[in-house]
């Protein structure tokens, strides 16, 4: 036996850096000390995790071997290669990664789960194997979770990119942590306070907390691979406080929504447009919209599909002064077209950010709409909000071009700023009935390359609608293109559009996050309706 444990650490040391298992236990000590002081939560980087030598083999081997499969969810947008866990010495795959799997081993070896527990001060770790190689491309991203699943007990991520070309905080990739927000424990604040560059040999780790260890992956900006092994030690025993973070996550989310607001019924004497109701919507909607024979091939396309988008749906003086505001913003903010972002980018000027940032990060304007020459986006915005969509000419105007009668109305006026903002799908995204969802879109698409971005998708900022499972929650691990993914619709971001569906209580939604190539950022009305179904008698 002892001739077999010292064959073990002798493989151990030939993959790891000596000084780490031989490292002294009153260092060690020092080293937990101030790992455990690491603000905002435990967290440490080794500094040489293997030999030069068999680093360099690993390298060669992932770049050489290991096939990536292109995976965009809610949450991320990766290429994962292949999940260590489950690779047997004996594989066919394995026998291109000798040195991969050794490193692998000698991760859950005896000495090194020694070696986390003394400098960590964690439980006494396992032997399970949890592990997979991933690749961050240009564009890439994973956004803020905790990595709380089952028995995890420290995560870890080892940084494998290029050894010749070292990686800068300009090339994005960054491993973000999160801070507590200071007036609701256990949940994220919006923008991180400590960092981790994906500097090769080095093994960034920290504890997984419950409602406490948040943290994402900053989006690639340079046009290199950021390749890593991303895994976790795990404990005997699940952690506790799990459920009680659940719940306050819940209930800050639930706190942020705004009741909806009820409309007039008086409508329902007068069903059809008046002069006066054309008169005030003209002032707004682009009045190829407002014909009869319009609307009810309108109401037919609707019915048909239980969605819709109407291009160019404000008239074009009035779109060409949002956009022009909206475009001017995003210079301001330095924005949009591979820029890389600030945190607090826009902030100001009644614009507030919204969280929590593990469901959702964007701005929302708070102010008063205006309509003059001198309006901001967030006022011409308002304005629109303020004056058309809870009126009850366009109440009008949506019985009947959908067939369903809106009795009160929610609204949001919102920026998603390029590179920093998104909504996911979660539970608390179902609403409690079906409603009716209305979004007015605003982005830049003032070149042939600005429109192929957006309808293309690869920079993000469009909406998707999904079913949940039984459990409220979306399977939006398989990724947006599976076919066994409930995937109900996509709406790419698009110029001054007006986008309608009806969704159940069993739909949930999120806007993609937005990349810091955008051209631009995604500024919307955001409406929802609740509705009711009366019969409307059809004007001949």
């Avoid at 105007?397 to 109305?409: A, E």
């Amino acid at each position: 036996m002892a001739e077999r444990a010292n064959k073990k650490l002798k493989v151990e040391t030939a993959v790891l850096d000596p000084q780490l298992l031989s490292t002294p236990k009153a260092q060690r000590k020092e080293i937990q000390d101030k790992y455990v002081a690491t603000k905002p939560y435990p967290h440490y980087q080794i500094p040489i995790l293997c030999t030069k030598e068999h680093m360099n083999k690993v390298h060669n081997e992932c770049v050489t071997h290991l096939q990536g499969n292109y995976k965009e969810t809610d949450l991320f947008k990766l290429y994962q290669t292949i999940d260590l866990g489950n690779l047997k010495h004996t594989d066919d795959v394995a026998k291109n990664l000798p040195s991969l799997l050794q490193l692998r081993d000698a991760l859950y070896g005896e000495e090194f789960r020694q070696y986390i527990q003394d400098i960590t001060g964690c439980p006494k770790l396992t032997e399970k194997v949890d592990c997979a190689a991933n690749v961050y491309m240009a564009g890439c991203h994973l956004l803020p979770h905790d990595d709380v699943i089952s028995t995890r007990c420290v995560s870890y991520v080892i940084y494998l990119s290029d050894p010749e070309d070292t990686w800068t905080a300009q090339d994005g990739g960054q491993l973000e942590i999160y801070p507590e927000m200071e007036s609701n424990k256990r949940v994220p604040d919006l923008i991180p306070t400590a960092f981790a560059l994906p500097s090769y040999n080095t093994m960034a780790l920290f504890t997984v907390i419950p409602g406490v260890s948040f943290h994402s992956v900053q989006e690639v900006y340079a046009d290199k691979p950021r390749l890593s092994i991303q895994g976790w030690f795990h404990q005997e025993a699940i952690p506790s406080g799990v459920e009680e973070a659940t719940n306050e996550q819940i209930k800050v989310f639930s706190a942020l929504e705004s009741p909806f607001a009820e409309l007039s019924m008086d409508i329902v004497q007068e069903p059809q447009l008046t002069n006066d109701d054309i008169t005030l919507l003209k002032k707004f909607i682009n009045p190829i919209y407002l014909g009869k024979s319009t609307i009810q091939m309108i109401q037919k396309s609707f019915q048909d599909n239980g969605s819709l988008q109407l291009h160019d749906f404000l008239h074009t003086d009035f779109a060409e002064s949002i956009s022009i505001a909206t475009n001017a913003a995003d210079q301001r903010s330095k924005l949009g077209n591979g820029k890389i972002p600030q945190y607090k980018a826009g902030y100001g000027k009644q614009w507030e950010p919204r969280g929590p940032v593990h469901l959702q990060r964007y701005l929302e304007y708070m102010g008063k709409g205006d309509d003059s020459e001198e309006a901001t986006a967030g006022e011409l915005l308002a304005f629109v909000k303020e004056n058309l969509f809870a009126s009850p000419p366009f109440q009008k105007f949506i019985w009947l071009i959908t067939g369903f009668l809106p009795t009160s109305v929610r609204q949001q006026v919102r920026r998603f700023r390029a590179g920093l903002d998104y909504t996911l799908a979660h539970k608390q995204s179902c609403q409690e009935s079906t409603l009716l969802d209305l979004v007015l879109c605003f982005v830049d698409t003032n070149s042939t390359d600005a429109q192929e971005a957006w309808s293309s998708g690869d920079v993000g900022g469009f909406e998707c609608f999904m079913s949940a499972e039984e459990d409220g929650l979306g399977d939006v691990a398989k990724g947006l293109e599976d076919e066994d993914n409930e995937l109900i619709v996509t709406v790419h971001a698009l110029n001054n559009a007006l986008n309608l569906g009806l969704h159940d209580e069993n739909t949930m939604k999120f806007v993609k996050f937005l990349s810091a190539r955008a051209p631009s950022s995604r500024w919307d009305v955001k409406v929802e309706y609740e509705i009711a179904q009366v019969e409307l008698e059809q004007d001949d």
